[in-house]
């Protein structure tokens, strides 16, 4: 089903309000805030709002490159056409553990469909970020963006608040941003919808 509208901000309900209570995030304070007064803690606390944004009114294509956990390069180029799952984490934060499930079922689901999926680590080293991916299955590679300057972080400012962990983006076929996560995600049937809302864009659609 195409969806025509605007830039949205939609709360998830009380289940993940809930479930961000157990990972010991408190949602509802701006981000920029929350880092300033309590950056000890590692992440940002997001509200788990999900904004989602036209396609006439997307931003340009992002443009990225770092590498990941096995020393090769991945950039936007490696996802040229494909609808895309970005979802920055790192081992020690209780969301990104708590939604990681998630994400690694609907990585499995779509796995035939075109679509692909990347992690951005924030935080770790690389025997950090393999151990959590043995821990709970991820196959899919992450970008180790914590040395450096941040350079994935930075390549997505505007998109995605500078230390909001987790946050997790749909890109479209143009690689330019469709959906937004901050915080813990609702569940895979979220993803799953937002997903399949970018993917049934046409071709033709996406580059308009």
């Not at 809930?18 to 920029?32: D, E, I, Q, R, V």
């Not at 490159?65 to 180029?77: H, I, P, Y």
């Not at 914590?146 to 998109?159: C, D, I």
Request: glycine letters at 12%; charged letters at 20%; one cysteine or more.
């Amino acid at each position: 089903m195409k969806s025509r509208f605007g830039v949205r901000s939609v709360l998830v309900g009380a289940a993940l309000v809930g479930a961000l209570g157990l990972a010991g995030c408190s949602g509802g304070s701006n981000l920029s805030d929350q880092w300033n007064e309590g950056g000890d803690k590692g992440y940002v606390s997001g509200d788990g709002s999900t904004t989602s944004t036209s396609i006439d009114e997307r931003s340009e294509p992002v443009v990225f490159e770092g590498t990941v956990e096995d020393g090769s390069t991945f950039s936007n180029k490696d996802i040229a056409g494909d609808v895309t799952v970005v979802n920055f984490w790192y081992a020690g934060c209780a969301p990104c553990r708590a939604e990681a499930p998630d994400l690694v079922a609907a990585h499995a689901e779509f796995a035939d469909d075109g679509v692909q999926f990347i992690g951005v680590n924030t935080r770790d080293q690389v025997a950090q970020a393999e151990q959590f991916a043995e821990q709970f299955n991820v196959e899919y590679p992450s970008i180790m963006d914590n040395a450096g300057g941040r350079e994935v972080q930075r390549a997505f400012a505007g998109q995605v608040p500078l230390n909001a962990v987790p946050t997790t983006l749909i890109l479209d076929r143009e690689g330019r941003v469709a959906h937004r996560v901050i915080g813990q995600l609702a569940g895979e049937s979220q993803l799953r919808t937002l997903i399949q809302e970018t993917l049934d864009e046409s071709p033709a659609e996406a580059k308009s």
